[in-house]
C-alpha cells in the first residue's frame, strides 16, 4: 500500500471510529461498533472498512443496519474531511470476526 492509501485510511478510521462511538445507539443499535482496519483501493475510489461489533443484543442486524445506512454515514464522514480530501471514497463495510474467532479458540484450549 502506498503511503497516500495509508493516510487516506488512517483519516477515515479514525473519523469513522469517533463517528461510530457518537452514534452507537442509532448506527449500531446500541451494540459497539469499532474500526479495526481500513484498506483503500490503489484509485483511492474504495474504501474496505473492517468493524467488529460487540455487546449488541442481534450483532448480525446492527451489521446490516450499517451496510444499508453506508451511504448516509459515507455523507456525514466527507462533511467531516471534507478540507483534507478531494472526494470521498466509497465505504465497503466488512465484518472482522478475528475476535470471536480468537475468543472461539480460547475457549476450546481450556
Not at 453506508?70 to 465484518?95: D, G
Amino acid at each position: 500500500m502506498s503511503v497516500r492509501q495509508e493516510k487516506i485510511a488512517s483519516v477515515i478510521k479514525k473519523e469513522l471510529g469517533t463517528y461510530f462511538q457518537r452514534n452507537a445507539i442509532t448506527i449500531g443499535k446500541g451494540a459497539m461498533v469499532t474500526v479495526t482496519t481500513v484498506r483503500m483501493s490503489p484509485d483511492l475510489s474504495i474504501a474496505k472498512v473492517y468493524i467488529s461489533i460487540f455487546g449488541g443484543k442481534d450483532n448480525d442486524d446492527s451489521f446490516d443496519h450499517i451496510h444499508t445506512q453506508s451511504n448516509s454515514i459515507r455523507y456525514e464522514i466527507s462533511k467531516i474531511v471534507r478540507n483534507q480530501l478531494r472526494k470521498m471514497p466509497e465505504l465497503h463495510f466488512y465484518r472482522d470476526d478475528s475476535f470471536d474467532y480468537a475468543q472461539e479458540i480460547d475457549n476450546l484450549l481450556k
